[in-house]
């Protein structure tokens, strides 16, 4: 350990260069065709078996 010198915070932020990542369109479509798909089985599938689930429960 004795090559890491006793720096300053100022010294050590000059090296540190942090971006984002953009998120590729693709991917974006992705999650709004998995976001649609969701509502279409909330609607058509989940919300007619709870009505019929809590009228008359097994």
Avoid: C
């Avoid at 369109?25 to 007619?48: A, C, D, K, M, N």
């Amino acid at each position: 350990m004795d090559h890491l010198k006793n720096t300053s915070a100022e010294e050590d932020h000059r090296y540190h260069h942090y971006t984002s990542n953009a998120i590729p369109w693709y991917v974006r479509l992705i999650w709004l065709g998995f976001w649609v798909l969701v509502i279409y089985y909330v609607v058509v599938w989940l919300l007619p078996a709870m009505q019929v689930e809590l009228v008359s429960p097994p």
